[in-house]
């Protein structure tokens, strides 16, 4: 079937902590594909993943993932291929924080998996959400649903399939009206500066 619109991957990860470089991995991702035009769901991938080491706990109060629920689970070199194909077939994608987190921790972890890096342009749903704060501050997903008149249930924040859904509603809602717009420039990602 040839495709007639173009397609938008809502995307979010959770992780063992925030520091790549100090060895962090990822342990959750969710990929939720729509058409750029209808709005409707196409495709979804989602999968816990082991990240061969332990979860910072800091990161784990947020997500609340432990490593005996991801023993077992596929490692990220095993999924790296099909995420990246994946994500290749589409024009765009939206993360919450995608420009300061999400991306380039999925494409360090990529070329770490020697897996090649999609060509797509990115919407970040936080940059551009600063409407949604009384100060113009940047939004947390909860103060942006809250703006945006979307349900957000905290006792589901933080899972990854979860958030996408929650941060695409938003990002449908507002679209027409202007309030988001679809990245212009594909994403480049740029090796992280070594610490001294």
């Not at 987190?101 to 090649?116: C, N, Q």
């Not at 899972?159 to 480049?188: H, I, W």
């Amino acid at each position: 079937m040839l495709e007639t619109e173009a397609l938008i991957a809502g995307l979010d990860i959770e992780t063992t902590g925030l520091d790549q470089a100090a060895g962090h991995r990822i342990i959750e991702v969710a990929v939720i594909i729509y058409g750029a035009t209808s709005h409707t769901e196409r495709a979804r991938y989602s999968t816990r993943l082991n990240p061969e080491r332990g979860i910072d706990p800091k990161a784990q109060a947020v997500h609340g993932i432990t490593y005996e629920e991801l023993v077992g689970k596929p490692t990220w070199p095993a999924i790296a291929p099909k995420l990246s194909l994946l994500l290749s077939k589409c024009h765009y994608v939206v993360a919450h924080n995608g420009l300061g987190f999400d991306l380039p921790f999925v494409w360090g972890e990529f070329l770490r998996a020697g897996v090649s890096l999609p060509e797509i342009r990115l919407t970040d749903t936080m940059l551009q959400g600063r409407w949604a704060t009384p100060d113009g501050a940047i939004p947390n997903l909860a103060a942006l649903c809250f703006a945006c008149g979307v349900d957000y249930d905290k006792s589901k924040a933080h899972a990854a399939t979860y958030d996408v859904e929650v941060m695409m509603a938003c990002f449908f809602k507002q679209l027409p009206r202007g309030f988001f717009s679809l990245g212009s420039e594909p994403f480049r990602y740029t090796l992280p500066k070594e610490k001294t």
